[in-house]
Antibody, heavy 119, light 107 residues
């Protein structure tokens, strides 16, 4: 069974940093693109970042470029999101998601971890 | 970036109703359109990709159609488990975008 378990969320002050982790199991992690998708409280979904199987390609939504970094460790079956210079508008539940082999859609999701940016 | 617009934002329906949700793209995305279902406090669930391909395990009462800029998600006979929020997502470009969502409520 595919499982994605996020961790690392919490309360952080504006301008602060936080690193999210996602532990993957139940599939060959190194064979899949992986992504982060977020959802602000009461709002819709927003794709944040993608990373290729070997980490050689990374893509970001414009609003996080230069502040967030997606990375992965295939030996540890883990995905990460380093978030710097956090803003109030980054407050959201952050989901780790597996990109389907059928295209750039998300066929498995974690339960999400809440990041709150507030003073 | 490609903008995705869903309508309606809220829909009230009864069990057994046929329900249709529309998603429009700001430019042509061919058939690169997916649909997700999300229930409160839960992660989204993939229903349909490439406009009309049903994800494994998804009931056949869900169907998708369209191409170019206009797409629809149809639930042929609404079931109690289908009351949720539905999102479309374009997967035509590296910059992925979702629609604003359609909440399907009990009438």
């Amino acid at each position: 069974e595919v499982q994605l378990v996020e961790s690392g969320g919490g309360l952080v002050q504006p301008g602060g940093s936080l690193t999210l982790s996602c532990a993957a199991s139940g599939f060959t992690f190194s064979s899949y693109w992986m992504s982060w998708v977020r959802q602000a409280p009461g709002k819709g979904l927003e794709w944040v970042a993608n990373i290729k199987q070997d980490g050689s390609e990374k893509y970001y939504v414009d609003s996080v470029k230069g502040r967030f970094t997606i990375s992965r460790d295939n030996a540890k079956n883990s995905l990460y999101l380093q978030m710097n210079s956090l803003r109030a508008e980054d407050t959201a539940v952050y989901y780790c998601a597996r990109r389907s082999a059928a295209g750039t859609v998300f066929d498995h999701w974690g339960q999400g971890t809440l990041v709150t940016v507030s003073s | 970036d490609i903008q995705m617009t869903q309508s309606p934002s809220t829909l009230s329906a009864s069990v057994g109703d046929r329900v249709t949700i529309t998603c429009r793209a700001s430019q042509s995305i061919s058939s690169w359109l997916a649909w997700y279902q999300q229930k409160p406090g839960k992660a989204p669930k993939l229903l349909i990709y490439r406009a009309s391909r049903l994800e494994s395990g998804v009931p056949s009462r869900f169907s998708g159609s369209g191409s170019g800029t206009e797409f629809t998600l149809t639930i042929s006979s609404l079931q109690p488990d289908d009351f949720a929020t539905y999102y479309c997502q374009q997967h035509n470009s590296y910059s992925l975008t979702f629609g604003g969502g359609t909440k399907v409520e009990i009438k």
